[in-house]
Antibody
Framework: EVQLVESGGGLVRPGESLRLSCAAS????????MNWVRQSPGKGLEWVAS????????YYADSVRGRFTISRANAESSLDLQMSSLRVEDTAVYYCVRRDSKVIMSSDKASHHWYFDLWGRGTLVTVSS | DIQLTQSPSFLSASVGDRVTITCRASQGISTYLAWYQQRPGKAPQLLIFAASTLQGGVPSRFSGSGSGTEFTLTISSLQPEDFAVYYC?????????FGGGTKVEIK
């Protein structure tokens, strides 16, 4: 079965650290860029971080840059998010998300389109004193 | 950063209604836009990418259109399972951003 399963969430105090993991199965993990997206309780979606298939390019939201580190182990089909200096506003469900792409032809021009096509169920991180 | 503004943020509709949700980008993003549906307690699911391309397995009552700064998601005949929150997302440039969401509720 094609799936992503997150783990590692829990309750931590402000300033503490936590490591989230995502186990991928049912597809060739090493062929896809991966992402973390979070959702605070009752709120919308916020993109957190992206990593390309070979880890050659990594991107972060301004809200987490310098505190969070995304990494992957293709041999183990796993994605991690190391979170440090956690804040109350980091409280959210964290989703592991696969990014796929397709070339679309339009007006004789080919363009690469990305999309988030596979989402895990999420893991809840609560930061509270 | 590219801001996405969805409207309305909430709409009440009946089964069988035609529903349109708008997503406006703060700058031109060509057709680098995707739409997602999120049912209560569930992870988001991809509906449409490249502004108008239907993801496999998504019912044909969903359609998307637009380019540049204005986009729409249309549900031609609302079904009970369509009551959910809908988000647009721009994938033109980092940081990737989502719209604030549109909650579709039963009238």
């Amino acid at each position: 079965e094609v799936q992503l399963v997150e783990s590692g969430g829990g309750l931590v105090r402000p300033g503490e650290s936590l490591r989230l993991s995502c186990a991928a199965s049912g597809f060739t993990f090493s062929s896809y860029a991966m992402n973390w997206v979070r959702q605070s309780p009752g709120k919308g979606l916020e993109w957190v971080a992206s990593i390309t298939a070979t880890s050659s390019h990594i991107y972060y939201a301004d809200s987490v840059r310098g505190r969070f580190t995304i990494s992957r182990a293709n041999a183990e089909s796993s994605l991690d998010l190391q979170m440090s200096s956690l804040r109350v506003e980091d409280t959210a469900v964290y989703y592991c998300v696969r990014r796929d792409s397709k070339v679309i032809m339009s007006s004789d021009k080919a363009s690469h389109h990305w999309y988030f096509d596979l989402w895990g169920r999420g893991t809840l991180v609560t930061v509270s004193s | 950063d590219i801001q996405l503004t969805q409207s309305p943020s909430f709409l009440s509709a009946s089964v069988g209604d035609r529903v349109t949700i708008t997503c406006r980008a703060s700058q031109g993003i060509s057709t680098y836009l995707a739409w997602y549906q999120q049912r209560p307690g569930k992870a988001p699911q991809l509906l449409i990418f490249a502004a108008s391309t239907l993801q496999g397995g998504v019912p044909s009552r969903f359609s998307g259109s637009g380019s540049g700064t204005e986009f729409t998601l249309t549900i031609s005949s609302l079904q009970p399972e369509d009551f959910a929150v809908y988000y647009c997302q721009q994938v033109d440039s980092y940081p990737l951003t989502f719209g604030g969401g549109t909650k579709v509720e039963i009238k």
